[in-house]
């Protein structure tokens, strides 16, 4: 695989998806910290988004509408960083679970992260390559009470990202990972346990982009995680039950 490392963001355009509040409003507002030429601000509800920079152009985008993801993508035909970061979390279980709330998971995480991954991969291609953040999750890799349909379909789009990866290789597009555990965010705020600051995300992944990095471990959690793939799950999920019960 071959991508360009993206160094001088003051050269870039980007679109953020979900930038109305959290770790999305936080990519925004990082990125144009570090003096982006542009950033659009993606929302379902753009009326939603204050940013006070002329640089920040805000569009309305629902990841789950077809149509609204062709027409972002007719009208930001500059973009060169595509951060997807839009997501929801209905707390469905997978076996008695609202069978409706599981699909809005996967409709949103994996479907429509791929559909605007494959409407703009053009547009990036057009522009030299640029690069592909996905905001993943810690969750892509394992499953706890009450996020059964969350894990499954951040799992589909963590290994989503690996096969986009390998697609859009040939026309220098870097596409990266990103995973982290709870961010002190809206969508985590039934969550009692540790969080880290949401601005943290933005800040490695920019980082991680400067040096061409394909997967970004955003907190010391996710990276504990990982390190259990190798082993017995059922250590881990003995050890999962432990942390989580407090």
């Known amino acids: ?43 379902r509800r753009p009326e939603t988004l204050e940013f006070d920079d002329a640089r920040v152009v805000p569009v ?3 990841l789950t509408d077809h149509a609204s993801v062709v027409a972002v ?18 707390g ?17 995480h994996f479907w429509g992260t791929l559909d605007v991954i494959r409407e703009f991969a053009p547009v990036l291609a057009a522009n ?16 706890a009470n009450g996020s059964g349909g969350y894990s499954a379909a951040k799992a589909a789009e963590w290994n989503m990202t690996n096969g986009v990866r390998l697609e859009l ?17 809206d969508i985590a705020a039934g969550y009692d346990g540790p ?14 982009l400067a040096i061409g990095s394909i997967e970004v471990i955003v907190d010391d959690w996710t990276a504990m995680v990982k390190a259990s793939l190798a082993g017995d799950p059922a250590a881990f999920y003995a050890q999962m ?3 989580l019960a407090g």
């Open 1 to 43: 695989m071959t991508s360009s490392a993206i160094t001088d963001l003051t050269t870039q355009t980007a679109l953020v998806t979900g930038a109305n509040r959290g770790i999305g409003r936080q990519f925004v507002l990082e990125l144009l910290e570090r003096g982006v030429d542009k950033v659009y601000a993606a929302a």
């Open 60 to 62: 309305q985008l629902d």
């Open 73 to 90: 993508a007719k009208s930001a035909q500059d973009v060169t960083i595509l951060v997807n970061n839009a997501g929801i979390s209905t």
């Open 92 to 108: 469905a279980g997978l076996v008695t679970g609202d069978l409706g709330a599981i699909r809005r998971e996967m409709d949103t």
């Open 128 to 143: 030299g390559g640029g690069a592909i953040v996905n905001v993943l999750s810690a969750l892509s890799w394992f499953a």
């Open 169 to 185: 290789a040939s026309q220098g597009t870097l596409v990266q990972g990103v995973l982290l555990g709870a961010a002190d965010t």
């Open 195 to 208: 969080k880290i600051d949401p601005r943290d995300v933005p800040r490695k992944v920019l980082d991680g």
């Open 241 to 243: 039950e432990q942390v």
